[in-house]
């Protein structure tokens, strides 16, 4: 085949770069792949069609805040996608609408100064959309902080510290540490949990993402937050705020249990420690020792303040503010060594 005189006549230069027809099926793969993209997050912000297993899944929330949250996101997520396909379709238009042609003279074309139209267009929508989603995301934050507290709702005390997490029950006289249980709140009986959140030192940041959104806490600005968990079982969290050094092994375990249950603990952490002769010389080391400066143990001589409460250490599944599971071993091998990681 002979070449055509168009191709003969094309500049050195141009000879060797990739024809538009190239270049229109790179965009178009390129275009492919970002909707993918998108399709995928939308997906992903659909309602799981099975039952998720991580209990850090932010797409499963299985409270009130945490699923007005998620509701939102997912507007913010939609009105988001709905202006990138727009912006991009008018850029494919443009693209290829008014691509270089054979035709082309080379010559400047007519340039318009200014457009009334245009420039409303591109700043009063702009601003319209911002208004829209400022509304709706005022209207969630109001609906999460100013919900009215029941008179059967469950308080409790959160106190931040360097580096693990202090509960207190005030109306149930309980105090514990690292592992929080709430009742679960089903609609025949709602019960959510409100809680007061406190830190000792500095900032840190209560978040458990399938309960409720990230809230700080700041020394002498008390916060607060609530949540109405519909399901039972484990909820994992990360303080969400760097505090120190142990920041990263600052973890949240929250328990939410069936009322039986959750009023059974509540009823096993009201008693005292255990006292016998298995644990008696133990009893009297702890008691000899600067132990009891930092540690509190209901029914003994410890009233320390500055660690956790261990009156009922051993009913609880982890040490070391979750960092590992509470066995003899590590637990030995914690007292021993404070500092060995895990």
């Not at 297993?53 to 932010?58: A, Q, V």
């Not at 009233?303 to 979750?322: K, V, Y």
Request: with cysteine.
């Amino acid at each position: 085949m002979t070449r055509s005189s168009d191709d003969n006549s094309r500049p050195e230069l141009l000879r060797g770069r990739p024809s538009f027809l190239d270049a229109s099926r790179q965009m178009y793969v390129h275009v492919t792949q970002v909707l993918v993209l998108f399709c995928a997050a939308v997906t992903a912000f659909a309602e799981p069609a099975h039952p998720p297993l991580s209990p850090t899944n932010i797409f499963a929330p299985v409270s009130t805040p945490a699923q007005s949250i998620f509701d939102l996101s997912r507007f913010v997520l939609m009105v988001t996608a709905a202006i990138f396909i727009v912006v991009f379709s008018l850029l494919a238009y443009a693209v290829v609408k008014f691509r270089k042609s054979t035709a082309d003279d080379g010559r400047e074309p007519a340039q318009v100064y200014g457009s009334t139209q245009l420039e409303l267009a591109w700043t009063v929508i702009p601003v319209l959309i911002v208004v829209v989603l400022f509304l709706a995301t005022a209207r969630v934050i109001a609906g999460i902080q100013n919900a009215a507290q029941p008179s059967n709702a469950v308080e409790v005390t959160v106190i931040g510290h360097q580096f693990w997490w202090e509960y207190r029950y005030p109306s149930l006289k309980v105090v514990t540490a690292n592992e929080l249980h709430i009742p679960v709140s089903d609609l025949a009986h709602p019960t959510p949990t409100f809680l007061t959140l406190l830190s000792s030192d500095t900032d840190h940041s209560f978040w458990v993402p399938r309960l409720g959104g990230k809230t700080d806490l700041i020394p002498n600005h008390p916060n607060s937050m609530w949540m109405d968990p519909r399901d039972t079982g484990l909820y994992l969290g990360q303080c969400a705020q760097y505090c120190g050094t142990q920041h990263a092994k600052m973890l949240l375990r929250v328990y939410v249990d069936s009322r039986e249950d959750f009023d059974r603990w509540i009823q096993e952490q009201s008693r005292p420690a255990q006292v016998g002769n298995i644990i008696s010389e133990g009893q009297k080391i702890f008691e000899r020792t600067a132990c009891i400066n930092c540690h509190a143990v209901a029914g003994t001589v410890a009233d320390g303040r500055f660690g956790p409460d261990l009156t009922h250490l051993m009913s609880r599944d982890t040490i070391a503010s979750g960092a590992a599971p509470n066995t003899p071993e590590n637990l030995r091998r914690w007292i021993q060594d404070p500092s060995s990681p895990w």
